[in-house]
């Protein structure tokens, strides 16, 4: 059990028991030391870089030319991320907490809707709340925004696991962003102050943050753009994976879905080719789309297949390979199923049922298929 699934005040005991293990060096029994591991890092990269948890935290900002430069680099994450931080602000509108969008060194770029409150809870949103704040970890120590940029991931933080005593006012959830590139460009961070907890919220932050990351991905130069889905898993327009290809065939961007689904970790470079990906040539994505397809099968290297949806970017048309002619040389589908077969048996060095197994189909679908591409060849 984690510690965000304990209830109060057995909750804030177990982070008081934590701090005093991990923080403060006591002796309190592997029970009460229990920590998540990526929340125990940060305080420990904390401690390494001389910090105390008394010590006072400024939120200062950055210099205005500093932020005038964050604000120009940052300028297309803006645009994709106001529609989704203005749908945020009615979400969580009842709940005392607003969102953040920071860069990836952790500098404010924009803030949704305050909420209402007392004076001090006002005092202490505004000191975060800022464009230009710098509210990276070696400013500000532990906090979802530090976190999620420094783990590459989701992640709840509540009171009293933030590392220095002025920042345990706050609960927080955070969620990286990454651009079409599959660098990390950002953060997105739900944060309340003295507010219940209120853990769901990582789930709308990351919900939240995918929205973003399509939208940049929608708004990427691209010659040919595919909505893909697994067979029978129908997924709205946030649930999908987008991928963007070049003229000659070569990926340009994708978002976080595709790159799950294609196995091309974030950051993951140089950027593959179609042919890298998919177990067929290119040139047929770009004649689907041309066709007006509306959904194509379309099977991967490792024996797994894809709905793919493909879709010509708007007056793409002229750069996009010409169509390909039907000719002999023409391979179909099925042969190059039959070529994706025999170079999982041979990789195999003969053994059916071992490049079955890789493939995730029968040994007799094996032997089907190459029967008949010898028929064929005979």
Known sequence: M???????????????????????????GAHGARVEPWLLRSWQRCLAAGHRPQQRVGFD??????ARRVAERNRGLLSAARPVLAS????????????????????????????????????????IARVGVDLSERAVGTTAIGAALAERDSVWLHRGEHFFDDTSIYSCAGAPLFGPAGDCIGMLDLTGVQVVERPELRHLA????????????????CTLLLHLNWPGYGGGPGNEGLLCI?????????????????????????????????AL????????????????EVPLWSGLRVQARPQLAHGAQRSAPPPVQVAPGL??????????????????????????RALGISRATVYRTLNRARRGAG
Do not use: K
Request: one cysteine or more.
């Open 88 to 127: 945020l602000s009615r979400a969580i509108a009842d709940t005392r907490y607003f969102a953040i969008l920071t860069d990836a060194d952790g500098i404010v770029i924009e803030v949704g809707a305050l909420p209402g409150g007392s004076e001090a809870t006002a005092r202490h949103a505004r000191d």
């Open 61 to 66: 900002p950055v210099t205005r030319q500093a």
């Open 246 to 278: 070049d003229a000659d065939g070569r990926v340009t961007g994708a978002n976080t879905v595709a790159r799950q689904m294609l196995h091309q970790p974030p950051g993951h470079h140089p950027a593959p080719h179609c042919q890298e990906l998919f």
């Open 281 to 296: 040539p290119p040139e047929m994505l770009f004649d689907a789309a041309r066709r007006g397809d509306s959904v194509m």
């Open 2 to 28: 984690s510690l965000p699934s304990l209830h109060l005040p057995e909750r804030s005991l177990a982070i008081a028991q934590a701090r005093r293990a991990w923080i403060d060096g006591e002796s309190v």
């Open 206 to 221: 990351v919900l939240s943050a995918r929205h973003i990351e399509n939208a940049l991905v929608l708004a990427h130069p």
């Open 331 to 356: 391979p179909r589908l099925r042969d190059v199923e039959a070529a994706l077969i025999r170079r999982a048996v041979d990789d195999a060095r003969g053994n059916v049922a071992e490049a079955a």
